[in-house]
């Protein structure tokens, strides 16, 4: 069910989802062509390698890289899914449950680098498994954010998986 | 977005000196992000060009573009977002809002998409001059709704307020 006082901000979300989209769509690009996307690209990117004279990666280096991110994806995380929330009266378990493997594959993403550079570079699949888990997930929540700002296809939205069926009382999501 | 979904006069009034720096840091990231493609020579064809132009064999264009692209799509998204909520909540005409919102979302995706048609087409002619136009666009239409916004957000509240 989409809550009618965001209509209003119809207009600003769905540049934001747009914007999003690109941010994502782009990030996938970077990746794909930055590191790879099987565990040997990933230990070659960090650790170096000697076929393509690449050196390892530095501390300094690997943190020019996270710590922007680290304030632009919880962000970006934040707003989109703060207004999935608000714009879609979201049944809460399953709204948690998505919210927390974007959480999850974020965090992971961001710190498995220093990991695999550092400590245990086994674990370089796992940067592949959570960037590929926030792209997916980042997509479900654009979909839904775009559910609810575009105008209804056939009627009013109806009630999915994530959101709460319309008979129900609204009330704003908590997670 | 609660705030901004259920504004009442005592609360938008509040909120218009915080909403002021916001607007005046946001106006300064928008000169900012000029002068930084005016420094790199990104407002000229020929700079352009030697910058985002895909080198022979580089099928996908440079990295360059696409780190660009990643960075500017979520400057462009933030802004929209933010200042385009404050204008809706302002009394403001809702076709001047609508144009400014939609006019700047427009110029902000063909800045970002321009470089993509050399790379699509190579030769693609005036890819370059298209790309400066709808920055320029789109920084003059962000520009012009940060100025509405600081005129107008709270205004009726502080009427009503007296």
């Not at chain 1, 990991?115 to 570079?121: E, T």
């Not at chain 2, 609360?11 to 790199?40: E, T």
Request: proline share 8%; hydrophobic share 60%.
């Amino acid at each position: 069910m989409v809550d009618p006082r965001v209509r209003r901000f119809s207009g600003p979300i769905a540049a934001f989802a747009a914007m999003v989209a690109i941010v994502m769509a782009t990030g996938a690009v970077l990746f794909a062509r930055k590191i790879g996307f099987d565990g040997g690209h990933v230990q070659a990117f960090y650790l170096g390698s000697e076929a393509t004279f690449a050196p390892p990666r530095s501390l300094a280096g690997l943190l020019e890289v996270a710590v922007p991110h680290l304030l632009a994806v919880p962000l970006l995380l934040f707003v989109t899914l703060h207004l999935v929330a608000f714009a879609l009266v979201a049944r809460r378990r399953p709204f948690a449950l998505l919210a927390g493997i974007t959480w999850g594959c974020a965090t992971v993403g961001i710190g498995v680098g220093f990991a695999i550079r550092f400590a245990w570079p086994a674990l370089a699949p796992l940067k592949v498994v959570a960037f590929v888990g926030l792209e997916v997930t980042m997509l479900a929540w654009l979909l839904l954010l775009a559910a609810a700002v575009l105008p209804p296809f056939r009627g009013e939205s109806r009630a999915g998986g994530l959101t709460a069926s319309e008979a129900a009382p609204p009330r704003a999501a908590r997670w | 977005m609660r705030f901004l979904v259920q504004p009442n006069p005592a609360v938008l009034d509040r909120a218009r000196p915080p909403v002021r720096a916001f607007l005046a840091f946001a106006a300064l990231l928008l000169v900012g992000w000029a002068a930084s493609r005016a420094a790199h020579g990104a407002l000229t064809p020929d700079g352009l060009a030697r910058i985002l132009e895909p080198s022979p064999g580089e099928r996908f264009g440079p990295l360059a573009l696409w780190e660009e692209v990643h960075q500017g799509a979520f400057l462009y998204g933030f802004l929209l977002l933010t200042v385009g909520s404050l204008l809706v909540v302002s009394p403001v005409a809702p076709g001047l809002r609508n144009a400014l919102v939609g006019l700047a979302t427009a110029a902000a995706l063909v800045d970002l998409l321009a470089p993509f048609l050399p790379v699509a087409w190579p030769g693609f002619p005036g890819w370059a001059e298209l790309r400066i136009g709808a920055f320029a666009l789109a920084m003059a239409t962000l520009l012009a709704a940060v100025v509405v916004a600081w005129a107008t957000f709270g205004r009726e509240a502080r009427r009503t307020g007296g």
